[in-house]
């Protein structure tokens, strides 16, 4: 992943946590929306920019607290929406690759929006998915390219799951 950033200036209304990765330094990424800050736990991998941070070699921007505002919320109101902005260096990450998540770790989550070769893989932990989100939705490939590209994904109170790229569904 390389340059994730909002996109614009100013929170979004309604977010329980939200991240800028533009104009930061050091090794914390501050939450905007709330007290879930971010550290990266190698910092030599990565580069602060003024439009984004890039991530040059294999390291993650994780929080050490329980993301207890975020599961709350999705909690009482069954709905979770997470939005990226990506401009990805390579098409051939798999895993998938985790751009924003809300887990305990690579095999039990809430909710995972990745990156698949040049697709959007979509996990959410519901009552018709594992403990891993899957199945999951997924865009296949060609969604993405190496250029800035806007992502949101949502899950609402009827279990419905939609990616939406650059503004497309």
Do not use: C, K
Request: proline content about 2%; aromatic content about 6%.
């Amino acid at each position: 992943l390389t340059n994730a950033t909002t996109g614009g200036p100013g929170r979004v209304a309604g977010s329980v946590a939200e991240y800028l990765f533009a104009g930061g330094s050091g090794t914390t990424v501050i939450d905007q929306a709330g007290s879930l800050n971010l550290t990266i736990t190698d910092p030599a991998n990565v580069t602060w920019g003024t439009s984004g941070l890039t991530f040059n070699a294999n390291t993650e921007a994780i929080s050490t607290l329980a993301a207890s505002d975020v599961i709350n919320d999705v909690t009482s109101s069954d709905e979770i929406s997470m939005e990226a902005w990506v401009d990805t260096a390579s098409l051939t990450q798999t895993g998938p690759a985790r751009l924003l998540t809300v887990s305990a770790n690579g095999w039990s989550r809430n909710a995972t929006l990745g990156q698949q070769n040049s697709g959007i893989d979509w996990r959410t932990r519901a009552s018709n998915t594992g403990n891993n989100g899957v199945p999951s939705l997924s865009t296949g490939n060609g969604a993405i390219t190496t250029t800035m590209t806007h992502v949101v994904a949502t899950f609402d109170t009827n279990g419905d799951r939609e990616i939406w790229i650059d503004g497309v569904l």
